[in-house]
């Protein structure tokens, strides 16, 4: 099968394809494989001009995974799964670029991709049942079924901070980075922002800069990763287990292999609690959230006592005690925001070269062209990085133009936050998906999204096989599952407001809970009864209805 070519008049109405998937990433790449192998022509349009999604664009030093990289990766085929040897537990960025590149070879997906087109709208023709799709890039397709698979950490969030543009030196946004190599040999550099992607650039760059200076809003309770190679053994252990690791994966709760753990808190004495702590602190990735005690979210003071430790751990690392009480959060509790994980994050303050502005104490006032005030002075710099987040969740889907029934801007739909059924799909926008969108997830990514994509592709494979066309969630289905989202949002389970989950970081967005707050089990069951239920949560047409005539 070859990629259809679009057809640059739509006065037609057939469709120049059945399935148009926009953006490369994880979700994209496994969409576009499964709606071609269920038989659908397709076409993906990526705004980049590489494979990769987050992959392709976060190429900051220091840019890795927090998942481990077995479990991250796909789990469609045994053999890719065997061939890849991924390096390390949590590959960089490099290394998942690579892979993200083999798949699109090995399973010979390239050949559906158009780079370097961005989506600028997609309009659903009421007559037809199908999307217009255009991309600045001139391109345009009109497609039976549009998947948007374009991620929730796609839109780099830059505060309006005046002077911003003025600055004279190199600034760059992690999310946005150049493909190019930047140049750190020697310079002063400023990093704004203290999340994931601020504490893995900081120690990457340390070694070679002149002087590194952080701002920090607010201190995140950061652990060590506990990265390692994957030794000879391992590989072949992951290789053995394969059905095994799959089954894990396909079935836990949050998507990765970490064992739950089975006491509270206060179920151990306090030494036998703080040997625990040490063991969490030692323990990979996201272990310290996922095998913690039972009751670390949901017990104010079991969560207090980790916290505990983890600021002796602090005050332990970074010799200067000011500063160390600068990085211990003071506001919020652990799993409240989502944690950073870290190699050398907070040694680097006990270089005389790295310094950390608190900006609790002393906020910006502006860039100026050679470096950036606050209300304590001003600090010269050659490169500023603004590690500042995403526009989360929405952000993607609500600068694409997407128009659904009636001209209706999704964007004005989703005015006051989104509305979905299982994250997948919206009323009112009928033949439009949005795997990996707001609402989905609520932990490894891949994973969830694998889901959602598996759920679509089996819903339009029912729709072929029973002579429908047109796919629209019923409004009762939507709101059913809009409000399971927001009142789950106040569980202890879920994150807190002040996190980026709630589009609290941009001004003037909506605060809506973006994840899926039933979690995994919750969008599991909802499956399986939409499939026991001959798919009655969706209104499927052979066609659009006439429109009236008088
Ligand atoms: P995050 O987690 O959204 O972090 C953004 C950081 O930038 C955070 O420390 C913010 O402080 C800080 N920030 C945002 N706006 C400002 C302004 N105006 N001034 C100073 N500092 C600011 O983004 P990341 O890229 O680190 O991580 C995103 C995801 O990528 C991560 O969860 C992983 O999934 C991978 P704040 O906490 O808001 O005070």
Redesign the pocket.
Known sequence: MTSPEPSPDHSASGPDVDVLVIGAGITGIYQLYLAREAGFSVQLLEAGDGVGG?WYW?RYPGARF?SESYTYGYLFSQELFEEWEWKEHFAPQPETERYLNHVADRFDLRRHMRFGAKVTAAVYDEHSGTWDVVADDGTKFRARYLIAATGV?SV??T???PGRDEFGGESFH??AWPQRPVEFAGKRVAV?????????IVPAIVDEVASLTV????A?WCTPLNNAPITAEEQAQLRAGFEQLRETLNTSVHGFHHPAHDRAAFDDPEDERWRFYETMWNSPGFRKLTSNYTDLLANPKANAEWCEFIAKRIRRIVKDPATAERLIPSDHRFGE??P?FVAGYYEAYNRRNVSLVD?RES??VRVTPTGIETTDGTREFDVIV?????D?GTGALARMGIRGRGGLSLMEYWADGPRTFLGVQTQGFPNLFFPGGPHAAAGN?PRYNGDQVDFITDVLAYALDNGFAVIEVTERAEERWTNMVNRGAASPYSFGE???FFG??IPGKPVRYLLNSGGRPKLFSVIADVVANGYDSFTLRPTEPAPDTD
């Open positions: 987050t976060n927090d950490l780099p969030y505060p309006d901070v992690t999310g704004i922002g203290t999340s994931s992607s601020g504490v893995q701002y920090q809003r607010t995140n925001k989502r950073p900006l906020p910006i603004w590690a500042t987040g995403f989360f990514n002040s996190s980026y609290t970081n």
